[in-house]
């Protein structure tokens, strides 16, 4: 049992015959699994020898900070969707079935902290009103 190389298997899994599209890229995709899966080995065997902790801890730390970012990430779209997107926003019934959450988590699921940053990385005041007046307030700050 090599606990550091099944962490990396675990986290770059090979892909099944049949998965990769167009078919002929099969092999380039298991090659390039493999790399990503030595990479991952290297770093996590470094990282957890140089700060004296167990991989396995290391790697579940390294998940859930993915997790928190992509739920950051998806945070900040529905924002720029309901709140950046031209004179009439997404619909909610569309960015939830995208986001895999309901409608009234959509509505809940920003706030004017995401709203914030979208205007800082788009360069511009979100589209509705009450929207527009709080950031320019946090903005301003």
């Known amino acids: 049992m ?3 190389g099944d962490i990396a298997a675990i986290r770059f899994p090979l892909p099944g015959p049949g998965s990769v599209t167009p078919p002929d ?4 995709a298991c090659e390039q699994a493999e790399r990503l899966r030595a990479e991952e080995a290297e770093n996590l065997e470094a990282a957890s020898d140089g700060l ?9 730390q390294d998940a859930r900070a993915r997790k928190a970012s992509a739920d950051a990430e998806i945070r900040r779209l529905l924002a720029y969707g309901r709140e950046f997107h031209g004179a009439r ?3 909610l019934e569309s960015l939830a079935e995208a ?3 309901t409608i009234s988590g959509i509505r809940t699921a920003y706030g004017n902290d995401e709203i914030t940053e979208v205007a800082r ?3 511009r005041e979100p ?11 946090a903005l301003d700050q």
């Open 2 to 4: 090599n606990l550091i």
């Open 25 to 28: 890229l099969y092999f380039d």
């Open 52 to 60: 004296d902790t167990d991989p396995l801890l290391l790697a579940l």
């Open 89 to 91: 926003p997404y619909r």
């Open 99 to 101: 986001s895999g959450m």
């Open 121 to 123: 990385e788009v360069h």
């Open 127 to 137: 589209n509705r009103r009450t929207a527009r007046s709080l950031t320019k307030e």
